[in-house]
C-alpha cells in the first residue's frame, strides 16, 4: 500500500468523504472514528487522521502549508488511479493541500 496525505482547515475530517457523492461502484465505509475505507472491487482507500503529523514536517516543508492549525488526512491506498479519482472529486472542501512525501502542493495543482 502506497501513502499520501491531504492537509485542510479546522473542518477538514473524515465525514468529508462519507458525506461525497461517488461514481457507480464506490462504495464509503465508515469502520470506526478513526477510519473511513472507500472501496472499488480490489481497490481501498483507508483514510485516518493523523494531525499530529505537522511536528514531524521540517521548516521549509511547514512553511508550504498555509494553515495554522491544519488537520491531515492519511490516505493509505492500493491504486493511484483511484485515489486520484476520489481526491479529485468536486465535493471535497476548496484550499486542501496534496503532499505524497515528495512535494506539498495545492490539490488544485494536480487537476
Not at 482507500?45 to 521548516?59: A, F, G, L, S
Amino acid at each position: 500500500m502506497e501513502r499520501l496525505v491531504l492537509i485542510g482547515t479546522q473542518d477538514f475530517d473524515l465525514s468529508v468523504f462519507n458525506n461525497l457523492t461517488y461514481a457507480e461502484g464506490i462504495k464509503c465505509y465508515i469502520v470506526s472514528d478513526m477510519e473511513v475505507q472507500i472501496r472499488r472491487g480490489d481497490d481501498i482507500i483507508k483514510i485516518e487522521p493523523v494531525n499530529k503529523i505537522i511536528n514531524q514536517y521540517d521548516d521549509r516543508a511547514r512553511e508550504k502549508i498555509p494553515y495554522e492549525n491544519p488537520k491531515i488526512l492519511m490516505f493509505s491506498y492500493s491504486s493511484k488511479d483511484f485515489v486520484l479519482e476520489v481526491i479529485s472529486n468536486n465535493g471535497l472542501p476548496k484550499g486542501l493541500y496534496y503532499d505524497d512525501f515528495e512535494k506539498i502542493v495545492p490539490l488544485d495543482e494536480l487537476f
